[in-house]
């Protein structure tokens, strides 16, 4: 599996607090089949999630050194989860036009066109169609967290349309189909992979003592697949699976 989401990288945001948080988490992901993991702090402009680039280049440089040293094979990434702000596209319109990662502050997905965007939980933000709009006219592709976690997106699965409709695409958390972050969010994420609206799953994991549970998981996602549209346009749910937790992660990382 490749594993897009992750706050693996220590001491900048809710996340791993320290290196050896950091080594445990990668064990955990390691065992659990992970090949390749894009590290994605939060980034919260303003507040104290605002570790700039060449600090988390800094932090990722040290932590391949560690996890090598360690013994551990899987390959490590940079990116962050960039809350939804008004300003973001001024933001990654500058880090284009320069074209070097260690200037801004923002690290999209492993410096592809791909970013990883959430908004706020419980209320829409009616600013974010036109931020996102702009992100995609600037030639990037917003990567939509977790939407089964929006109240809003909860209350209207319609609403995902327009995000798609512009060029986003849609991560899910896949440990929303165990419950993990509550019945509405289960049955939200249910919903949209029964339309086949979602592009690919992530952990999204933040501590060690979080499980990838793929097999506990799979189990679940496969009955849910075997219903979906994106299975009966002709694919399996073998496959679909597939596509999901590892065909798509990797387009976004080759930043295909
Ligand atoms: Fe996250």
């Known amino acids: 599996m490749i594993d897009i989401h992750s706050h693996i ?7 791993a607090l320290d290196f050896d948080s950091s080594i445990e988490m990668l064990r955990v992901a390691e065992k659990s089949g992970v090949s390749d993991i894009i590290l994605t702090p ?6 104290i999630y605002n570790a700039d680039n060449a600090k988390k280049w800094k932090l990722l440089s040290e932590l391949r050194e560690r996890a090598a040293s360690e013994g551990i094979s899987v390959n490590l990434y ?27 502050e923002i690290a999209t997905l492993n410096s592809t066109k791909y970013i990883l965007v959430e908004f706020p939980v419980q209320v829409e933000d009616k600013t974010a169609r036109e931020t996102l709009f702009s992100l995609v006219q600037h030639g990037f ?16 699965l ?6 798609i409709g512009m060029g986003c695409v849609l991560q899910g958390d896949y440990l929303a189909v165990l419950g ?3 019945r509405r969010a289960e049955k939200t994420l249910r919903e949209l992979l029964i339309h086949d609206k979602i592009f690919c799953l992530a952990s999204d994991i933040h501590k060690a003592t979080d499980e990838y549970k793929f097999n506990e998981t799979k189990a679940k996602m496969y009955k849910i697949l075997k219903a979906s549209d994106g299975v009966k346009a ?4 073998g496959a679909k699976l597939k596509e999901l937790f590892e065909d798509n992660p990797k387009k976004i990382l080759l930043g295909e």
């Open 78 to 104: 940079l990116g962050n989860e960039v809350y939804i702000d008004t300003e973001l596209p001024k933001m990654v319109a500058a880090y284009e036009n320069e074209k070097s990662e260690l200037m801004y």
């Open 158 to 163: 319609t609403a995902v349309d327009e995000l």
């Open 9 to 15: 990288l220590p001491g900048i945001d809710d996340g």
């Open 180 to 182: 993990r972050y509550g």
């Open 234 to 237: 002709g694919m399996t749910p």
């Open 42 to 47: 939060h980034y919260i402009r303003g507040s």
């Open 141 to 156: 592709v917003p990567v939509i967290a977790h939407p089964e976690r929006y109240v809003y997106i909860q209350n209207n």
